[in-house]
């Protein structure tokens, strides 16, 4: 998530920022699509008998109000990567609203993909970016 290292979206270049976001998600497991792990007895074997194993990134999104400087920029990112390495994913979170949520009825999820009363997309320009991840790119 964009949070996840703190003001630096914000702060810091976005190219440097997004650079270290994903030098350390190759170190702590993106390499398994890469065929460089070297530990053997993967799922696949690449023409070089590389072996590939499966990797699911869960639960990524953004404030789809659009007004969240880190998300933006890590939005960025993450998309270039996930497109790069042909990843599967899940977007966080479909539903546009809690029955229940911080003892407040209705509370808007503004990470959700409807809209509050959940009848449409929340943000349909969102919703033509990953549908371009839909589909495999190798």
Do not use: H
């Not at 530990?39 to 023409?47: L, R, W």
């Not at 997309?121 to 991840?133: E, H, K, M």
């Amino acid at each position: 998530y964009g949070f996840s290292d703190g003001q630096a979206w914000v702060n810091g270049n976005p190219n440097q920022v997004c650079g270290s976001v994903v030098s350390s998600f190759m170190r702590r497991g993106g390499f398994l699509l890469t065929g460089a792990n070297g530990n053997g007895g993967g799922s696949e074997a690449g023409e070089g008998g590389e072996e590939y194993y499966p990797l699911f990134l869960s639960e990524f999104g953004v404030d789809q109000r659009g007004v969240n400087v880190n998300d933006n920029r890590y939005l960025n990112c993450i998309l270039g990567v996930m497109a790069e390495m042909d990843m599967d994913w899940a977007l966080w979170t479909l539903q546009g609203s809690y029955y229940l949520r911080e003892g407040k009825i209705g509370l808007d999820e503004t990470y959700g993909l409807l809209n509050q009363n959940w009848s449409a997309p929340r943000n349909g320009s969102l919703l033509a970016r990953i549908s371009v991840l839909q589909s495999p790119f190798q």
